[in-house]
């Protein structure tokens, strides 16, 4: 069974860092890739950034590149989100998700059942 689990959200100030985790289990670490994901209240959940433990390679939203770094831990099947320089509009609902893949120029998981619950992420201005 595919788990994944986010961690590392909480309140904070604009102009301040965090760092998110998803730690997964339940599959061969390297045969996904894993994205992260946010969803603003009001609006739609919107892909910001994947990566392929594999090669290492990622991508990120333009509406992110230059804050966000995705980075991933082989030996502890995690995969992190560093958010800098956090702005009011950075409040939302993080998940991660297993399997995800480019459709139509937007990036969702293979399956339903392959989202994490979600981090809260606060910025205050």
């Known amino acids: 069974e595919v788990q994944l689990v986010e961690s590392g959200g909480g309140l904070v100030q604009a102009g301040g860092s965090l760092r998110l985790s998803c730690a997964a289990s339940?599959?061969?670490?390297?045969?996904?890739?894993i994205g992260w994901f946010r969803q603003a209240p009001g609006k739609e959940r919107e892909g910001i950034s994947c990566?392929?433990?594999?090669?290492?390679?990622?991508a990120y939203a333009d509406s992110v590149k230059g804050r966000f770094t995705i980075s991933s831990d082989d030996a502890s099947d995690t995969v992190y989100l560093q958010i800098n320089d956090l702005k009011p509009e950075d409040t939302a609902v993080y998940y991660c998700?297993?399997?995800?893949?480019?459709?139509?120029?937007?990036?969702?998981?293979?399956?339903?059942?392959?989202w994490g619950r979600g981090t809260q992420v606060t910025v205050s201005s």
């Open positions: 339940g599959f061969t670490f390297d045969e996904y890739v």
């Open positions: 990566i392929t433990s594999t090669d290492g390679r990622r």
């Open positions: 998700a297993a399997d995800v893949n480019k459709i139509n120029g937007r990036w969702s998981p293979s399956r339903d059942d392959y």
